[in-house]
Structure formats: C-alpha cells, structure tokens
C-alpha cells in the first residue's frame, strides 16, 4: 500500500503555480493587482518573447522593507487581512500567494524602496530557491522581473501559444483592470511596441471613467455609451452601457467588476442578457463596462483560485439592481441610435474602386468621381472662383414643365411647402415615401431615413407592454373566428397556455386534435393582422420557451411577435400625416431607435456628411 506523505515546500509551490499562474498573463494580472494595493499612480508593465522570456512589471507604491521582501516569497504571508477574516477582502490579491507559486516556476527577482528608505533591496528566488535580500539600486517603488517563466515545469511551456497570443493576453488583462482604475496611469511594452499607453484620467469619478472606457474600448463606444448609476440596499452599480444598436455578435465587449476586481459571474451575465432582451437579437449581444460595489462580506471572491468568478450573498438583489437600472438607463435614452448607424450607411455608399485605377476629374464629365473622394483624404486646395463655378456645372438641372410626369413616384408634401423651415422636431419633418416602405424626413442640418415596419413595430411592442401593465390589453373580437391548425403537440401546448395568452388580450382555444381557434385578438393589431402566422409563432415561441417557464415571465418575446404582426408592413403607402404621426410617436417612445431585434428604425445623415459624400467637403 503506498503511504501517505508530505510534499516538499518547492513542489507544493508548483502545484499550485498550476493553478494561479496558468500563463504569462495570470502572472502579470497577479503583479498588476499587487502594484494597485500597493497604491500605485503609474504602472509599467515589459514584455519579451509575449512574456515567457521576461515579463517585468513597476509600480511607484509603497514599496516593502527588506524583512519584509523575504516574507513575501513565503507562502501563506501576507499584508492583506489584517484582521485574519477571510469573509473581509477589501484588497485584489494576496502577494503571498502569488509571488511564492511564481517563483516557484522561474526566476523572480523583487525590488523594492520605501519612500523613507535609503536604497532598495532586492531578492532572488529561481524555481522556488530564495536567496538572501541584498541592497540594490532603485527609486520608490517596487519592481518585479520574472525570467524563463516556467522553466522548472518544462511541460507547460507545450501548452502556450505563440508570443504574439500571449501578449494580447497580458494587454487584455492591463486593459481590464485600467478600466476599473482610471486615476492610475499604465503602459505595456512588448519588443520595442507599446500596445497600451493610458494617461491617467482627470475630473470626476464619471467623466474620468467615461475617459478610461473610450481609451480602451474606442471612441465609438464612448459616443455610443449611456451612464449607469443607482443604489439599493447598499450595493451601488454604475458603469457605462452601450446603445441597442452598437453591438456585436460576440459577448467579448462585456466587462464586469465586483469591487474594482475583473469578474466573470454568470449571474451578472444573464442579468445583462435579460435587460437587453426588449432590444437585441439572440446572436447579438450588448457593449458594456458594469462597476459593482458592495460590502466585502456579501460576496465570496475565493470561488475560483484565479478569482475571477464570485458569489453572492443576495442574488435575487444584485439581479434585480442590474436589469432595473439597465432598462431605466436605456429607457432614458429615449429614440436615440448609435453614432455607427450614420457611419456604416456612408460607408457602403462611398465609392471605392482598384488601387491601380486613376480617375482624372474633368470639367466637361460631371459624372467622373473626384480621386479624393475614393480615398477618404481631404481634397485637394481649389481656387474658390473654380470651386463655385464646378457646383453651378454640376448641379442637376430643373426639369421643364413637360417633363413633369416623368419624376421619379414618390409621396412627398405640396411644391409650395417643400422650401418651408421644418418644425424642431429632432425627427424633422417627413418629405416622401420611397417604395411604400421607407420615410424621407428633413431635419434643421441633415435627413432621415425611416423604415416604417421596425419603427412601428417598436411602438406597437411599446404601447402592448404599456397596456399589460395598466388595465389590460384591449380586445377586438373577430366577426368570423379564426381556425389555426398546428402540430398537435404546437396545438396541446398553446391550449394550456390559453389564460394567460388572454391577459395579453389573445383569446383563443383548442379546437380539436391539432387545431386552435381564436375568438379575440388584442386591438391594436388590426383588422389586417396576420392570425395565422401569429398563432404559429407563438407555437414555436412556447416550443423554444420550454413547458417549465411560466408564460409571463416571458411575456416580451410574446408581445415581441404580436408587435411585429400588428405592425405596419413594409408595401403599404402612407400619406404626409401618417408620417409625421409615426415620427411624433418614435419621439415620444422609449427605445425607438431599434426594432425589437436590436435592428436601428432609422438613420440620420447629417447635412455635412452628404456634402462630404458628394465632394462638397
């Protein structure tokens, strides 16, 4: 029988290097977090070979006396709970953990000055070996080298990948953890490149963060981003989110912290999904940078040895906090959609043709595209008197009287009117339909483009939940009932649900083996609406949902396919008041700048994005 015993203190270190310090990223998420405890401003963070052959990071903390650099390459020592409550961690790592179970794994070598002390001192601990602490040279501050990362435990350098990926590893987790301090300066360099380069933000604690999550997630997110900031029962979440329709098909543009500590929590995750649910397609998913903070002892962080997963006291709290003040915040911004709507529309149309093709602008070609307007440069400097005297060439002629009937069809405002200031609305004033589904508005500097189905699907969806929350979705009972055959599995399913599809105004029963009829549809859908389509899309809605949840629990992914059913279809003509009126309610509307699929309603070009389109600019 093999008997039991104690493992030596270098092996020991190594398992659990295995798992705190899986590659040359966990170790600089470990040192980052100690400069930031040490209280640092300035963090510097060097690469080589993507941190296998050094990765050294420096701080201008507090630094450590030379007793105390010995006991922090101990294992179980630490400067982090003072009181020895393990339910207390008001801190994001502990430096006797860490820094032991690396330098059980490569060469580390600590220095370090207090801002009273003389002269730094330094260790050295190479595969779990420490040498002694000897005076060294070095400012205040501390500074961590560790060399051949992993060459006492050759197997798992297999396992890394290129240097490359392993750098935009480490600038990952800089980036994350910058984002949750943007008081603190940080840098990384690798091979000569500096991937990060963040100054440290001025201001309040709003504008400094809202600085910080531009630098790293860009300035489409920054213009895009909505502000989040609320507070019940001691737990106070703010944080950045972004509009519906600034997205994208991964859930990689999500970052979540629990007290300043980079976090994956799937609760926080799900909470995200469900307060996006109104606004978003299924592979779609939110841009967003959350900041929870609450009292240490109601959520454990030693859930994971790497902690980047926790565990809350009062889940049913922090859920509820994240979709009310995500909901609240996205209702606030109103009609709003993405600056990228804009931008992305002028992009596929600007012209772009070969790299090897010259184009020649010439005077007596008015069609010929201006070569500045291929390469998005600005132009060329122009006389003024050339300038005006190529618009006048170019400009398209008034058509003579004659010509009249044959102008492109469009249902647009009397000629009189067509010169009149439009009204202030931030919509503007709608001018022509275009192919029975888009709307043409003006506004005081640009126009509109409206998709007339998306638009009031939205409202559609909008005034149902209203009504469910009120007094009851109005009925419309049908002359002639509507006899829908389904599955007979689809039919049984949507039979049980038939009370609580009533409250949302649906009235409808089972009608035999494999067949429903419906009696009452809610009002606001039409005589036009499309029963038959309705009921099976529900059927296969309820199918997806699953027999365990409770229909009202998802009552938006219903009312989501009643609005679409209920709302205008694209085809169908509309008169100047029609228009105006689907404008003046996507003003008044809370999320009218996206369809219930996370689609935008509509797109502003402003008037100098045209005439830069045009060559004007």
Known sequence: MPTIRRLPDNLVNQIAAGEVVERP????????????????????VT???GGKALLSVTD???GMEPEQLALAVERHATSKLPDGDLTDIRTLGFRGEALPSIGAVSRLTITSRTPAADHASAILVEGGNVHPVGPA??????????????????????????????????????????MAHPHVAFTVTDEGRTPVRLTASSGDEEAARLGRLGAVLGREFQENAIPVNAERAGVRLVGHIGLPTFNKPTAAGQYLFVNGRPVKDRLMVGAVRGAYADFLARDRHPVLALFLSLDPHDVDVNVHPAKTEVRFRDQALIRGLIVGALKHALAAAGHRASTTVAADTLASLTPRVAPQTSLLWEPHRPSTIPPYAQTHHAPPPVNRE???AAWRFQAPQSLPASAADFAPAARAEPPDSQGATPPPFPLGAARAQLHATYIVAQTENGIVIVDQHAAHERLVYERMKKEM?????KRQILLIPEVVELDPADAERVGERADELADMGLVLESFGSGAIVVREVPSMLGVRANVRGLIKDIADELAEMGDAHALKERLDAICSRMACHGSVRAGRPM????????????EATPHSGQCNHGRPTYV????GDIERLFGRR
């Open 137 to 178: 040279p070095g400012g205040p501050g501390t500074r961590v080298e560790v060399r051949d990362l992993f060459f006492a435990t050759p197997a798992r350098l297999k396992f890394l990948k290129t240097s490359r990926s392993e750098s935009q590893h480490a600038v990952d987790v800089v980036e994350r953890l910058a």
């Open 25 to 44: 990223a966990a170790a600089v998420k470990e040192l980052v977090e100690n400069a930031l405890d040490a209280g640092a401003r300035r963090i510097d």
């Open 469 to 473: 929350l009120g007094d009851g979705v």
């Open 47 to 49: 690469l080589r070979d």
């Open 575 to 586: 008169n100047v008041d029609e228009m105006n009126a689907l404008l003046r309610q996507m």
């Open 604 to 607: 502003e070009l402003k008037l």
């Open 60 to 62: 201008d903390g507090c």
């Open 386 to 388: 050339m300038a005006e």
